[in-house]
Every structure is written in C-alpha cells, then in structure tokens.
T-cell receptor, first 115, second 116 residues
Framework: AQTVTQSQPEMSVQEAETVTLSCTYD???????LFWYKQPPSRQMILVIR??????QNATENRFSVNFQKAAKSFSLKISDSQLGDAAMYFC????????????FGKGTKLSVKP | DAGVIQSPRHEVTEMGQEVTLRCKPI?????LFWYRQTMMRGLELLIY????????DSGMPEDRFSAKMPNASFSTLKIQPSEPRDSAVYFC??????????????FGAGSRLTVL
C-alpha cells in the first residue's frame, strides 16, 4: 500500500525567508502524481502545487517550488520569500496515475510565519 | 464554476440523531470523494465514486455510515445514529479524468459536525 510521511509536525520561518517542508512516500507504482495542499485556519483545502512522476523537471508555482527526487521517493516543498499568509497546515499527498484511486495524505506540517 | 459546494457548514446534533451531509461536485467531474478529518487520525478517505458508482467504501467506519450519489451533481453522506466520536470535519472533493487539471482533487469548504 502507498504511504506518505511528513516527518516535521511543525516548522517556523521568518517573514521573507525561505523554508523547506519534507515529504517522503512509498509506492511500487511508476505512474503517479504528487501534490502539496495548504489548509489555512479557514480549513479550506487549497492546492499549492502538483508534480507528475513522469516529469523530471521540478514543478514551480510563483514562490512555491518542489524538489522531486523520484529514486529517493522524496518530494519537498520550498517556499521562498515567506509571507504571513503562508501560515497554515501543509499536506503532502499521493495519487496513482490514470486518475485512479483516492488521494493519500501525510499527517501534515504546521507552518508558522514570524513577522 | 462555483467549486465544490457542501452543506451544512456546521452541524451540531445530539447523540442518536441522524445526520445528512450534502455535496455538489464541480460540473463535468466524474470522481467524487468523501474524507473525514480529525486531530487524531488526520485526513481519512471514507468512500469515493466514479461516474456515480461507489468504487471503494473500505474507509466507511461502520454500518452507521452510508453514502449515495444518485446523479452526477449530488451526493450525500448519512450517519445514523450519530455518536460523539463522529465529531469531525467532513470534506467532499471532486476530480475529472483527462483534460486540464486532471487528477487534481478540488475540495469543498467542509462540514464541521459536532455530536453531543
């Protein structure tokens, strides 16, 4: 069975600094997708970024980028120029390819941003 | 598109009462998911549908829980009878096969259930 592990329950970053959130996963599949979702206090689940496993290039969305290491089964999220609005729970998630199956979540990392 | 719409946003009920949570997925999405979020267990999949057919209900806790999807634009999650341990936030999400944004789950705002 696929699993997703986030080893950092909490992280803190100074405003305008850079922070990296870690995520590892376990799968025997070759076709899959990885995601980072953000959950602010409003509890809305918001997609931050996604990565297709077949793509070697790391995904980037504005201040958010990933370091996808397929062989190591690692998928970290880097937030540059952190802003107060980035404070939230961040969930790493995995989904099998072909639009099959559900999204499997890690337990989350709570990110605090200090002014 | 208005996104995934869930109702009610908040529900407070007493133990033993029936609870019905509702979800309207994004138009054109063929997958619908029900998740439950608690502090202790995190985000758990309860059940998901593809083209209105239940595919995996192995996450449904017990017979007190049931879910239906009578058509492509509506799903319900029912708990009868409710118990205090059912208190959680319940999320509905939808996704589509193919096209731009395929494989991405879009979540509703969630329904916070409190069972006294």
């Amino acid at each position: 069975a696929q699993t997703v592990t986030q080893s950092q329950p909490e992280m803190s970053v100074q405003e305008a600094e850079t922070v990296t959130l870690s995520c590892t996963y376990d799968t025997s599949e070759s076709d899959y997708y990885l995601f980072w979702y953000k959950q602010p206090p409003s509890r809305q689940m918001i997609l931050v970024i996604r990565q297709e496993a077949y793509k070697q290039q790391n995904a980037t969305e504005n201040r958010f980028s990933v370091n996808f290491q397929k062989a190591a089964k690692s998928f970290s999220l880097k937030i540059s120029d952190s802003q107060l609005g980035d404070a939230a729970m961040y969930f790493c998630a995995y989904r099998r390819g072909g639009s099959q199956g559900n999204l499997i979540f890690g337990k989350g990392t709570k990110l605090s941003v200090k002014p | 598109d208005a996104g995934v719409i869930q109702s009610p946003r908040h529900e407070v009920t007493e133990m033993g009462q029936e609870v019905t949570l509702r979800c309207k997925p994004i138009s054109g999405h063929d997958y619908l998911f029900w998740y439950r979020q608690t502090m202790m267990r995190g985000l758990e999949l309860l059940i998901y549908f593809n083209n209105n057919v239940p595919i995996d209900d192995s996450g449904m806790p017990e017979d007190r829980f049931s879910a239906k999807m009578p058509n492509a634009s509506f799903s319900t999650l029912k708990i009868q009878p409710s118990e205090p341990r059912d208190s959680a936030v319940y999320f509905c999400a939808s996704s589509r096969t193919g096209g731009s944004g395929a494989n991405v789950l879009t979540f509703g705002a969630g329904s916070r259930l409190t069972v006294l």
